[in-house]
Antibody
Framework: QVQLQESGPGLVKPSQTLSLTCTVSGGSIRSDGYFWSWIRQHPGKGLEWIGYIYYSGNTYYNPSLKSRVTISFDTSKNQFSLKLSSVTAADTAVYYC??????????WGQGTLVTVSS | QSALTQPASVSGSPGQSITISCTGTSSDVGSYDYVSWYQQYPGKAPKLMIYEVSNRPSGVSNRFSGSKSGNTASLTISGLQPEDEADYFCTSYTSSSTRVFGGGTKLTVL
């Protein structure tokens, strides 16, 4: 059974970089054909796709966030990570990591709330 | 890329059927059979209900079905039950190899 768990600071100061890690258990992050995604949800709002990293290492990002986002693997720890730079209050959200196929997320982490505030 | 368009809310009585629409463009919904639907309860992570337009993951009730026509995808829930009351989101793959979500639909079971 695949499980994902997000971790990272719950509070980030404006202009700093938000860094989150997703630890995967029950399967390898380099398993053939999977997409590993980050999705966020602003309080009381809908879902926003941030980006994904394909098992091959190729990355794809939301055009509106592309200049600030980096998603990468840490194969030795079976983790993948999200870095979002120059954050503002508008980046306050619950951040989810997922595993899936093309545009479908079959497994989700429980989500982690990140608040941007000084 | 613009968000997919979903109705903000729909409602139905127990036992009835409801349909939630998800309208995109020829650059996303209209061009790919990579539309998924999620159910989300307050404070919980979303759950995949339909993938690739009409496929149900193991364990999802067959009361949930999906379809697509042109630039619009649809989620139909038949035999509505109180526990179906939740938020529903659609998502699609796009021609830029990215993804886009709909704004979400709140389903109320009367």
């Amino acid at each position: 059974q695949v499980q994902l768990q997000e971790s990272g600071p719950g509070l980030v100061k404006p202009s700093q970089t938000l860094s989150l890690t997703c630890t995967v258990s029950g399967g390898s992050i380099r398993s053939d054909g999977y997409f590993w995604s980050w999705i966020r949800q602003h309080p009381g709002k809908g879902l926003e796709w941030i980006g994904y990293i394909y098992y091959s290492g190729n990355t794809y990002y939301n055009p509106s966030l592309k200049s600030r986002v980096t998603i990468s693997f840490d194969t030795s720890k079976n983790q993948f990570s999200l870095k979002l730079s120059s954050v503002t209050a508008a980046d306050t959200a619950v951040y989810y990591c997922t595993r899936g196929r093309t545009s479908s997320d079959h497994y989700w982490g429980q989500g982690t709330l990140v608040t941007v505030s000084s | 890329q613009s968000a997919l368009t979903q109705p903000a809310s729909v409602s139905g009585s127990p036992g009835q059927s409801i349909t939630i629409s998800c309208t995109g463009t020829s650059s996303d919904v209209g061009s790919y059979d990579y539309v998924s639907w999620y159910q989300q309860y307050p404070g919980k992570a979303p759950k995949l209900m339909i993938y690739e337009v009409s496929n149900r993951p193991s364990g999802v009730s067959n009361r949930f079905s999906g379809s697509k026509s042109g630039n619009t995808a649809s989620l139909t829930i038949s035999g509505l039950q109180p526990e179906d009351e939740a938020d529903y989101f659609c998502t699609s793959y796009t021609s830029s190899s990215t993804r886009v979500f709909g704004g979400g639909t709140k389903l109320t079971v009367l």
